[in-house]
């Protein structure tokens, strides 16, 4: 079935530092693959999005490339902001003509000063 | 534009109880979702609506779980004999299927413990 797999629950960072959050997927459909970010008692937000091959996709400094070939939509940053701590969630949208969206287990990203 | 709203904000229940969740979504969303997040983890869908039919509720525990969306607009979500593996904040999304990409918007959310 669909899938997406986070493979890190926990990253501690200091302020400054770079950081990549790994996401792979399984589908047998042409993918929309997002991220979503949750601060402390928020909702989901749509952080990025993309269903292009091989093309980066850019918002609030974060940054994430589709890459078919090996399934894969990590999120990366080049320099981490106390305000990034949250918690970041791939979702996958199978291109199936159906709307299901699934969401991966989550990456907790802590950012120290 | 308002966003997804849900009532109640909270819930605390004892095994056995009924509980029911509503979500008022975006206006012009066809498309209504219902995830469940235990603590800490990733959303797990629950069921989808187009419009006012149910186009998957393969991971609803229908045993107890219900959820309706009657005139395609607001949803309801319930639980009639809560137990404490529900324990969960309970979101639900909407989207426009009519966008590219299809974007979730999601409310704030409603969280329930079961004691």
């Known amino acids: 079935g669909d899938s997406v797999t986070q493979t890190e629950g926990l990253v501690t960072l200091t302020k400054g530092l770079p950081v990549m959050l790994n996401c792979t997927y399984q589908?047998?459909?042409?993918?929309?693959l997002f991220w979503y970010v949750q601060h402390l008692n928020e909702a989901p937000k749509l952080l990025l999005k993309?269903?292009?091959?091989?093309k980066r996709t850019e918002h609030q400094g974060f940054y994430a490339t589709l890459h078919k070939s090996s399934s894969s939509f990590h999120l990366q940053k080049s320099s981490v902001q106390l305000s990034d701590s949250a918690l970041y969630f791939c979702?996958?949208?199978?291109?199936?003509?159906?709307?299901?969206?699934?969401f991966g287990s989550g990456t907790r990203l802590l950012v120290s000063p | 534009e308002a966003g997804v709203t849900q009532s109640p904000r909270y819930a605390v229940l004892q095994e056995g109880q009924a509980v029911s969740f509503w979500c008022d979504p975006i206006?012009?969303?066809?498309?209504l979702y219902w995830y469940q997040q235990p603590r800490d983890q990733g959303p797990q869908l629950l069921v989808y609506?187009?419009?006012?039919?149910?186009?998957?509720n393969s991971q609803l525990p229908s045993d107890r779980f219900s959820a309706v969306r009657p005139k395609g607009t607001n949803s309801t979500l319930k639980i009639q004999s809560a137990k404490q593996g529900d324990t969960a904040t309970y979101l639900c999304?909407?989207?426009?299927?009519?966008?590219?990409?299809?974007?979730?918007?999601f409310g704030a959310g409603t969280r329930l413990s079961v004691l």
């Open positions: 206006s012009g969303h066809d498309t």
């Open positions: 979702a996958l949208r199978p291109g199936t003509g159906g709307y299901k969206v699934v």
């Open positions: 999304a909407s989207s426009f299927s009519g966008a590219s990409q299809n974007t979730l918007y």
């Open positions: 993309s269903s292009t091959d091989n």
């Open positions: 589908t047998t459909y042409s993918p929309f």
């Open positions: 609506f187009r419009d006012e039919a149910v186009i998957d």
